[in-house]
């Protein structure tokens, strides 16, 4: 597609619920981002993924957090247990390697 | 460890007026710069970057950013804000991982309000 894609758009979840986040990167985009931004913050890293293979994922705040990239094209960012800490806005990005990365419009989570 | 500082969290300018977005950053070695906008609902769109080079650097709509490196800043100026312009800015710096790709480390943004 010409853009990152982000669904669903908002999702209202209750606490103790799981919840998966889906990401369709730009087309031949090697590295694939997910990032978290709470209310009022700037976005933090979460994980990253080259291709298929998950490099670093020392920004996911727990082991309720795991996200996936099986065949190094769509992702999903699974959270297990929702709590309401875990409200934010869920971004994900893509880049061709070495370079800066492209911005899906993100995925609103409220836990209630 | 990296960090990024943006001290204002709003500001508000009238349209026409000029506009300078503070940013100070943290890093060891010369860093890779980048200030991104954030409208309402939108995702994150690249408005420059800075990685070597000219420390002046041009960018769209109008903006451009000057990397000090003596006071560790790269601030963010227009010089004719529009309405349109109204949004949240974010400063970042990159953290290299050894695959030569890199992650944002973000400020908490300033938040822009232009009046008309």
């Known amino acids: 597609g010409a853009g990152v894609s982000q669904s669903p758009r908002y999702k209202v979840a209750k606490r103790g619920q799981d919840v998966a986040l889906r990401c369709d990167p730009i087309?031949?985009?090697?590295?694939l981002f997910w990032y978290q931004q709470a209310l009022g913050q700037g976005p933090e890293f979460l994980t990253y993924?080259?291709?298929?293979?998950?490099?670093?994922k020392s920004g996911l705040p727990s082991d309720r957090f795991f996200a996936e990239r099986p065949e190094g094209s769509v992702s999903t960012l699974k959270i297990q247990r929702t709590q309401q800490e875990d409200s934010a806005v869920y971004l994900c990005?893509?880049?061709?390697?070495?370079?800066?990365?492209?911005f899906g419009q993100g995925t609103r989570l409220t836990v209630v | 460890a990296q960090s990024v500082t943006q001290p204002d969290i709003h500001i508000t300018v009238s349209e026409g007026a000029s506009l300078e977005l503070r940013c100070n950053y943290s890093y060891g070695a010369t860093p890779y710069l980048f200030w991104y906008v954030q409208s309402p609902g939108q995702g994150l769109q690249l408005l420059l970057k800075y990685f070597s080079g000219d420390t002046l650097v041009q960018g769209i709509k109008g903006f451009e950013a000057e990397f000090k490196r003596s006071q560790s800043s790269f601030n963010l100026r227009k010089p004719s804000v529009h309405w349109s312009d109204a949004a949240e800015y974010f400063c970042?710096?990159?953290?290299?991982?050894?695959?030569?790709?890199?992650?944002?480390?973000f400020g908490t943004g300033t938040r822009l309000k232009v009046l008309a």
């Open positions: 990005a893509s880049s061709i390697e070495n370079t800066e990365a492209f």
């Open positions: 087309s031949g985009h090697v590295s």
């Open positions: 970042a710096v990159a953290h290299l991982f050894t695959s030569g790709t890199y992650k944002y480390i």
């Open positions: 993924f080259q291709n298929e293979a998950q490099l670093d």
